[in-house]
């Protein structure tokens, strides 16, 4: 039987837009992630919004007008959006907190604008796996790691995602996340096991498997990387009850924390015993074993 490789799990608190639009909670979160959870990165989005929407997209109301912070959809995506030199800031932040920095990026101009930051690494939502163009200027241009996730793709498309970078000679720089898309996600549909294909097909080709949930609790991500998925992804907010749609899936400080705390607890006990009696156990051999035999 084949043994999984334990790595050290790295837990990404994924603040998103979770902001609100303001640089403060931002800062706020950063500190949060950092002091309290002892979470090892956090991430933030970031979107040319005329670049990804259409003029009609950009022009409708938002689908759910209790969570928009704009008349138009593309005035509430535009109100969440900060600056590439309000992201400069926040990664200045990250490092004088001792917490590392990160960003999602859904266009061609936001990957350019994050990379010209030089994070180490840059993370592709699942909705954004099949761009190419930006890929391939990835690739190109930027030497940091590359995390994808995976959520509706098809197995093909996984492929060929991947041999992609493997032309690109990049391969070893990718992590590859198991994702459902969905927020909040149900238990049944997360889907851990597709955890054991990925390493099954990738493991030995890429530089991590990761895993990025949108589910309630922290006992699946925890079951994740019992599974082999070292980096695990979580979004993360102050209050979920604030108005915005990332919030209901995400984790409160203490749940982050916890999560933090378990992940690592797990990681210190994923291990054979060196001997046959531990030197714990031999005071509670030599007291209570049995010694009419």
């Known amino acids: 039987m084949k043994m999984t490789e334990y790595k050290k799990p790295y837990v990404i608190a994924e603040i998103g837009c979770n902001h609100k639009g303001e640089m403060e909670i931002a800062k706020e979160l950063i500190k949060?992630?950092?002091?309290?959870c002892n979470a090892d990165s956090v991430k933030f989005q970031k979107r040319n919004n005329k670049e990804l929407l259409t003029e009609d997209q950009y022009n409708a109301p938002h689908p759910n007008p209790a969570n928009s912070y704009g008349d138009t959809y593309g005035a509430h995506r535009e109100y969440l959006e900060f600056d590439v030199n309000q992201h400069a800031e926040l990664k200045a932040y990250c490092e004088e907190m001792g917490i590392v920095y990160s960003t999602s990026v859904w266009d061609t101009?936001?990957?350019?604008?994050?990379?010209?930051?030089?994070?180490?690494?840059?993370?592709?939502?699942?909705?954004?796996?099949?761009?190419?163009?930006?890929?391939?200027?990835?690739?190109?241009?930027?030497?940091?790691?590359?995390?994808?996730?995976?959520?509706?793709?098809?197995?093909?498309?996984a492929d060929d995602l991947v041999n992609f970078f493997i032309e690109k000679g990049r391969n070893k720089d990718l992590v590859l996340y198991n994702c459902t898309s969905g927020y909040p996600v149900p238990f049944e549909d997360v889907c851990l096991l597709d955890i054991n294909l990925l390493i099954e097909k990738y493991g030995d080709k890429v530089k991590h498997i990761g895993f990025s949930g949108h589910h309630l609790g922290i006992a699946v991500d925890v079951a994740a990387y019992t599974l082999?998925?070292?980096?695990?992804?979580?979004?993360?907010?102050?209050?979920?009850?604030?108005?915005?749609t990332d919030h209901a899936a995400s984790l409160e400080p203490e749940g982050l924390r916890k999560l933090c705390r378990d992940l690592k607890a797990v990681s210190k006990a994923l291990s054979f015993k060196s001997q046959d009696i531990l030197p714990i156990e031999q005071v509670q051999r030599d007291k209570l074993k049995n010694k009419k035999v």
Do not use: Q
């Open 32 to 36: 949060i992630a950092k002091i309290f």
């Open 228 to 244: 082999g998925a070292n980096v695990i992804e979580r979004h993360y907010t102050i209050d979920r009850t604030w108005k915005g």
């Open 109 to 157: 101009t936001s990957a350019k604008e994050i990379a010209s930051l030089n994070p180490e690494y840059i993370k592709i939502p699942s909705a954004c796996n099949n761009n190419y163009d930006m890929l391939g200027w990835l690739c190109d241009n930027y030497k940091g790691e590359i995390h994808i996730s995976t959520g509706m793709t098809t197995k093909g498309e």
